[in-house]
């Protein structure tokens, strides 16, 4: 663990602000250094002075004579911005990226993998379309957000939308940052996606991948401090700044990126679809209806990237998954010794394509295996790649 922790508390207009002198003594008991942004609307519901003893620093606010440090140095400051409590109000800024005042203008100007949010509001604001869609919305950016307690809220209303107590966050927040530095310094290579072989200028052969496996993955190595290069098929992602994403449609083209950056990388995960065959010949004309009958279109297979770069790995970590539509480790395991891999994600069609959850087990070569419950992709994406860590940690202990 490195020495401080460096977090910078947002306080919006939720009645829990009230607990955050307690978070703030919690998180100085465990190491970390505290300094504190409110909202105009908090003000009234925490004292500043006890905020700024507690904490031992000045409290920032909207009020420009309370500035000491511009917000860019602020946000360079921090490992951590802690919003909590987090209104409705303010995820809704920070999903559409509004910065009217100083919080939420740290918020837009902080690395989004630094940014966790403990959300607070009354169940129906909780369960409102909107603010579900606001929080998937920073979920999909790779920004924490931590779940809500149920119990009595402040409008006398029992359910769903209190903040979590400060002993959670606590932990929640200084695990967050022991993880941090978990790849720190290493090269992760990602595929992703599906890829598109073109049969003419408007079909495609492709696949159901949504890429939202992928996108995990690029999330959770950069939350722990790698440096990631994404290679990505045409699918919908949202990734955190800071992830070098390269585009490609075919899968010739995505062997191509990856035998380029596969040379720097110190581990490579394979969580693309690969199309395994792609059209002899490329019409460049629209292919007309066949009056007569049926139309026969020869398909000759692509390299199979995986194994290829599993002859040329040398001391790289090598990933691949090994999609079956039914059971089947024993193929994934016959899989991961033929492509040269160190470890398979082995997964199932009905519980993964396309959702936003998945089941897989982890395989290694080593005998390792460990079979996960139905979990979020980033959930998933964080126990893979820890377990990849723990692999080189051990390789070089
Ligand atoms: N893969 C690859 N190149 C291909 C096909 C697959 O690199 N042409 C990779 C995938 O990214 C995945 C792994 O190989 O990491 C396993 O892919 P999968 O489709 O499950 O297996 P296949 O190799 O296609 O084997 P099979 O068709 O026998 O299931």
Known sequence: MKGTYRILIGITGGIAAYKVPHLIRLL???GA?????ITKGARGLVGEETLRTVSGNPVYSDDLSLYDMDHIRLSEWADLFLICPSTANTIAKIAHGIADNLLSTLALSIPETKLMLSPAMNTVMWENQATRNNIQTLKDRGISVLPVGSGELACGVCGEGRMIEPEQIAEVAISFLGKSDILKGKKVL???GPTEEPLDPVRVITNRSSGKMGAALARQAMLMGADVTFVSGRACHSLPSGVKVIDVVTAEQMQTALCEHFKTADICVMAAAVSD???VNYFSDKIQRNENG??????TPNPDILAGLGKVKGNRFLVGFSLESSAGVQRAIAKMEKKGCDMIIYNRAETSLGLS???VTILGKDGFCEELPVLSKDETARIILQRIAERLIGAHA
């Open 357 to 359: 959850t998945n089941r």
């Open 190 to 192: 990602i595929s992703s």
């Open 28 to 30: 100085k008991k465990k």
């Open 33 to 37: 250094e505290v300094k504190v942004v």
């Open 277 to 279: 065959y792609r059209p």
């Open 294 to 299: 049926n139309i026969t279109i020869e398909l």
